[in-house]
């Protein structure tokens, strides 16, 4: 069987679209740990003599020299000055989890090394995104003599010339898409500088948070050289590798390479529950054991962000630098009470949006906007219409003022933040930028529908291509029996998974539906048999009202299905068992 053959025979599923192998066929898999993680280590493009690196990542085997990136030791001998003359500095982060992680690794980092830093977080709907001048002057006024923003900057040209101008050096440390031209900061570390060398530019799917983390390691450098370390203790970094990893699974950075390595080697840290905030953070996410990389993603990120999003913008920077556990237990109290507020409103959001988007034909990107919408959700609520729509979608949030908020998020090989970009360029958007896979923006009102007709123009192309290729891909074929918790573990054992690593999906079956019902909000729970009388458990969240929901509740007890999705081990009662997060199905008799 070849790698493009289509599995199962499916060329049209009932969500309309192929089955194919991700990698090597599935019938090349063995079910030992050792050789079914080098399967799927070399389905996810590992070269086969990269293989023994990728099993285990770790920061020697990833963790380039700092120093190939532009303006990196420039940033760490500012840094080590400010260590060394005690200078007051301010970490600058953005409101998400990408900025608070960020801010909160460099606070710890300088505290570690004897220099109290502030805490500078902007207000969502107050200041909006990134630096403003305004606030830059403020901090210096108060006495700062430096200032590193973090997951920001790289766009906020007038705010660094109000700081240049005011008297303090500002060192950028981000990761979103530069242009040509540079603000005039200090310094400017992002491996996505466009004037950066190959090997630096090849880091340009890190998080802000890894870019922090590298400079970091550069500090540490510069000051041992210096001899700073000799009548006190060097700091170890890696102890805060538990942020790092935070903040690049919940950016949805692609975990390749490096950054596979924050993540293996952070959740390892977290697991020692040495940071007061994560451990008070897990505890009110209700986690009774040591997080995943899916934890961090779908749990502690988003409780994180509601502090940004609906609360106060540097409750997540406060968490995640107090030693209190008494403050770290009210504020992750307070961070938990808002996510629930901000589901609440995403939903709301939502199914306007979705209602919206249904009245736009065949746009190649989805763009929808409407007065009274939270701007705190429009992120949550473009990623759920892109996974609706299988298009990139931007949600706009218009205030009074006549100015529309917006957040847009992309699909493979879409890239969004350089349209984003090239509309603000080209004069259609007031401010604007992002990454392949997400953008923001703010556009005028009467520009909107401008805006819409240009992405349209200018992706159409790539997103036909993109949809075009759409196919479910596979990583094995399995009986109903398959679906278990010890093969669960074994997929397990090629993680951590997310962007750009995809977890293992699997094709079981064929079987027959026991039961199909509706559970919780539009989840679709289904029972399903083999001829061999082996059950599988299935949910499929979100997706009860989906032509798949429907499939599933009117399939009758004789036609058989093959099912697709993700494997889950689950523990009840000290009872592991293993459910399918169900994508998609088809038909075995069609």
Known sequence: MTASSHVCGVQRSILGQPWRWRGQAATDLGFEPDSLVDQLLLARGVARDELERHRQPTLRGFMPDPAIFRDMEKAATRLADAVEAHERVTVFGDYDVDGATSAALLIRLLAMLGLAADAYIPDRLMEGYGPSGEALVRIAERGASLIVTVDCGAQAFEALAMAKAAGVDVIVVDHHKCASRLPDGFAIVNPNRL??????????????????????????????????????????LIELLDLVALGTVADVAQLKGLNRAFVTQGLKVMATRRNAGLAALTTAARLTRAPTATDLGFALGPRINAGGRVGKSDLGVRLLTTDDPAEAEAIAAELDRLNEERRAIEATVTGAAESLSATQGNRAVAVVAAPGWHPGVIGIVASRLKERLHRPAVVIALGEDGLGKGSGRSISGVDLGAAVLAAKDSGLLIAGGGHPMAAGLTVAADRIDAFA??????????????????????????????????????????????????????????????????????????????????????????????????????????????????????????????????????????
């Not at 009986?479 to 573990?489: E, I, M, N, R, Y």
């Not at 909000?521 to 001829?531: E, K, P, W």
Request: aromatic share 6%; glycine share 10%.
């Open 195 to 236: 004037d950066e060398a190959d090997e630096a530019a090849a880091h340009g799917h890190l998080a802000a948070v890894g870019v922090a983390f590298l400079l970091g390691a550069a500090l540490l450098r510069t000051l041992r050289s210096r001899g700073y370390f000799a009548s006190q203790a060097e700091p170890k």
């Open 453 to 590: 007709g240009f992405l349209d123009e200018r992706l159409a192309a790539d997103v036909a291509r993109s949809r075009d290729d759409r196919a479910l891909l596979l990583d094995a074929l399995l009986a109903p029996g398959g679906v278990s918790p010890d093969l669960c573990d074994a997929l397990d054992a090629a993680g951590p998974y997310g962007a750009g690593w995809p977890g293992p999906r699997v094709a079981a079956g064929p079987v027959s539906v026991v039961k199909a019902d509706v559970v919780g909000t539009n989840h679709l729970r289904v029972i399903a048999a083999g001829d061999d009388g082996r059950r599988i458990k299935a949910i499929a969240f979100r997706m009860a009202d989906s032509p798949l929901g429907e499939a599933m509740l009117a399939a009758p007890p004789h036609r058989r299905l093959w099912l697709a999705g993700r494997m889950k081990r689950d523990e009840w009662n000290g009872r592991a068992t293993a459910e399918l997060h169900l994508e998609d199905a088809a038909w075995a008799d069609a």
